[in-house]
């Protein structure tokens, strides 16, 4: 590889695609300042490149929920980890390193801080303290920051460059616009306020459709009438950022789609490829497997007061086979609802060719360098088949697409405000009312009325819409071709400034399942969570001891494990061995008589002989213990006695954590690792090491999702 005196080389590892957009955006302003980036894969660089005769590298790098690195930094992460290689391996190499991970997991910036570990013992030096960026509060508050470091400390001296040249990577050309006084701004709201009551209808739904369409036929969002409060909200900044005269603003993406409508109406063919048949990360492959619907029931109770309520469906599979074992996953193909695409298109002013043929190409005149088409966008299709099946208007906008929506701002105050979210100084305040609120793009198109952009520039700057996997409570040995698993239902309310009430993209898909209905379905990886265990015989599904953690419908991928070893002990009464092997369940719901899923499974399970003993937590039973993790720390003795107890059988005894990221993962482990030091008569440090050793072993297995 040709080296410059200006080249900067960028490496990441990405499991769902966030460090190689921020990769990318570093690239884009290491452009802007004069260098010339070289972005690769960690395990391209690798495989590619000498890194012991390079002087700079900047990575960025996540962690998948399993705590393994992403793919394509796997080889990488092997690679330095050989223990032949010396202490001075990669002495004369320098590094910046930006971490990615959630801290709702136990394994939080595991990836990350073992390759800053292990860099750091080869040799190297890192010249940048570790960013550690957080996906549960907003990866921006660290990444921007950091970036800021990167570029006005590191890079500035290290390539000698000038104030101007920093300036362009993170300013906009736009000028901002004079700051405004409180008496201004209140004005300015009061102007907003009296223009959002004109523009809704009394009842708070939208205005009626075009005339060209049939407002029978048109599926429209019921909004809530809305005041944003004066003072600082998603349409107002603090006063701080509303003086600020010098916003450091990212430079406006590159305009490069040309978008072509035709006059004939789109029908889409029956082998139209799913998003393109376009690789995506876990899925084994994008072309969907067919199923119909064949049960679809309700599992709590008919009450009000129900938290999250909760449902089971059933496929069948019509083509194809699923072979699976208990633990796997599987996608179901999403699609955004009619009346937000409606929505959309209609401030787009397309609702009325929404349908017509809409053919995609790269715009001959762009300046984007390389510029090409999104793989997961067909060529030739509708807007609303766009809007639909590929892009996400629902996830909260990320700062890139408001700059570029404050390009279409006509509003100075509205153009202020979106520069002001995108800005250096607006992280804290883009994270508190765009992405903590959860706002749609519906919801911030509707803040920002003056903001109309073109179909073309939302096609460039949305992601893409992705699927969420769903473990399955069945087993092939007891089900065959067909599928069950359990959902939960979480509405969000119109406040915060979202304008309309909301289940999620792919919820609303399922709720709306009726019997007999076709689905698509895509296979997802296998991970580790999974009977009989990674790296293990068929055997020891049926003879290893088993602790299984599932609070809510995380209880239903225990039912899975359940079924394989029910299966079992039906066609093998004789099997003394499975049917005396320890398996505890602890499950936690909020109040069983409401919502204790699969109640009679369980009980069953336990006369069967499949599970031995089952701890119920219920979060509002007072004298009862609230969750999982109380209920575990109750019974430590028997958790830590059937860990200990099988460590040097042929079957140790393992670990299975399934559900709810939020809170659970963190508390449960560290409950685990007070009970290691309590039981075990050890001091904190050591009972830490211990259980990290069960990780390691896969004897501590987590599933969980935020």
């Known amino acids: 590889v040709l080296k410059m005196a200006n080249r900067l080389l960028i490496g990441y590892g990405s499991h769902t695609g966030q460090a190689e957009s921020i990769c990318k955006a570093i690239a884009e302003r290491a452009k802007a300042v004069g260098l010339e980036p070289d972005v690769r894969t960690l395990n391209d660089v690798e495989k590619e490149l000498d890194l012991t005769t390079e002087s700079f590298i900047v990575i960025v790098v996540s962690s998948t929920g399993d705590g393994d690195a992403p793919e394509n930094a796997a080889r990488f992460v092997r690679r330095i980890c050989r223990k032949t290689l010396s202490e ?75 104030e101007v040249h920093l300036s362009a990577a993170f300013s906009s050309k736009i000028a901002l616009g004079e700051t405004k006084s409180a008496e201004e701004k209140e004005k300015i709201m009061e102007e907003w306020k009296a223009r959002a009551h004109s523009e809704e209808s009394g009842d708070g739904e939208t205005p009626a459709p075009s005339t060209t369409q049939s407002a029978s036929r048109v599926a429209e969002l019921q909004l809530v009438g809305h005041d944003y409060v004066s003072g600082a909200s998603v349409r107002s900044g603090g006063d701080k950022i509303s003086a600020d005269p010098n916003l450091r603003v990212p430079i406006a993406p590159q305009p490069y789609i040309r978008g072509t409508t035709g006059r004939s109406i789109f029908h889409a063919p029956d082998d139209l490829p799913w998003q393109n048949d376009a690789p995506m990360p876990g899925v084994i492959s994008t072309k969907p497997l067919d199923a119909v619907v064949v049960s679809h029931s309700i599992l709590t109770a008919l009450d009000e007061s129900v938290h999250k309520p909760k449902r089971e469906l059933i496929f069948e599979l019509t083509s194809g086979d699923l072979a699976y074992e208990p633990g796997d996953a599987f996608y179901i193909t999403p699609a955004n609802s009619e009346a937000e695409v409606n929505a959309v298109l209609e401030r787009l002013g397309c609702l009325a060719t929404a349908d017509n043929e809409y053919e995609l190409s790269v715009d001959p005149g762009t300046a984007k360098a390389c510029a090409v088409l999104p793989n997961y966008l067909p060529v030739k299709s509708s807007l609303r088949h766009l809007f639909t099946y590929c892009l996400d208007i629902r996830r909260a906008p990320g700062r890139p697409l408001l700059r570029f929506l404050a390009e279409a701002a006509t509003d100075a105050a509205e153009k202020r405000r979106l520069l002001e979210l995108c800005s250096a100084q607006g992280v804290a305040e883009f994270t508190q009312y765009i992405r903590q609120a959860a706002l749609s793009l519906v919801d911030v198109l509707l803040a920002f009325p003056s903001a109309i952009p073109t179909p073309e520039r939302l096609i460039e700057n949305l992601p893409r819409l992705m699927p969420r996997p769903y473990s399955m409570s069945s087993c092939v040995e007891a089900s065959g071709r067909r599928l069950r698993f359990a959902y939960s239902i979480r509405q969000d309310a119109a406040e915060e400034g979202r304008r309309y009430a909301r289940v999620g993209v792919q919820t609303g898909v399922l709720c709306d399942l009726q019997l007999g209905q076709r689905v698509k379905l895509l296979e997802k990886e296998p991970a580790r969570f999974r009977l009989p265990p990674p790296n293990c015989t068929p055997e020891a599904a049926l003879y290893t001891p088993l602790i299984l953690i599932g609070p809510g419908t995380g209880l239903s991928t225990f039912l899975s494990f359940a079924a394989k070893i029910r299966s079992h002990l039906r066609g093998n009464a004789a099997d003394a061995e499975c049917r005396q092997t320890k398996r505890v369940l602890f499950f936690g719901c909020r109040n069983e008589q409401k919502d204790y899923i699969y109640r009679d499974e369980v009980e069953s399970l ?21 969750y999982v993790q109380d209920a575990v720390r109750a019974n430590a003795q028997e958790v830590f006695s059937l860990l200990l107890d099988s460590a040097a059988s042929p079957f140790p005894a393992r670990v299975y954590v399934c559900g709810d990221a939020k809170g659970m993962s963190k508390d449960l482990w560290e409950c685990f690792v007070q009970c290691a030091a309590e039981t075990g008569g050890i001091p904190v440090d050591e009972a830490r090491k211990y259980m990290m050793e069960l990780k390691k072993a896969d004897r501590y297995i987590e599933d969980v999702w935020s």
């Open 88 to 162: 001075d391996h990669f002495r004369g190499l320098t590094y910046a390193l930006l971490g990615l991970g959630d801290s709702n997991y136990s394994t939080y910036q595991g990836v990350p801080i073992k390759v800053d570990h292990q860099l750091a013992f080869l040799g190297a030096t890192r010249v940048l303290e570790r960013g550690e960026a957080d996906d549960q509060v907003g990866l921006e508050l660290i990444v921007e920051p950091w970036l800021d470091k990167l570029f006005n400390e590191e890079l500035k001296e290290r390539f000698s460059l000038d």
């Open 606 to 626: 336990k006369e069967a002989g499949v599970l031995t003993t089952v701890h119920l937590a219920q979060s509002t039973v007072a004298g009862e213990p609230k």
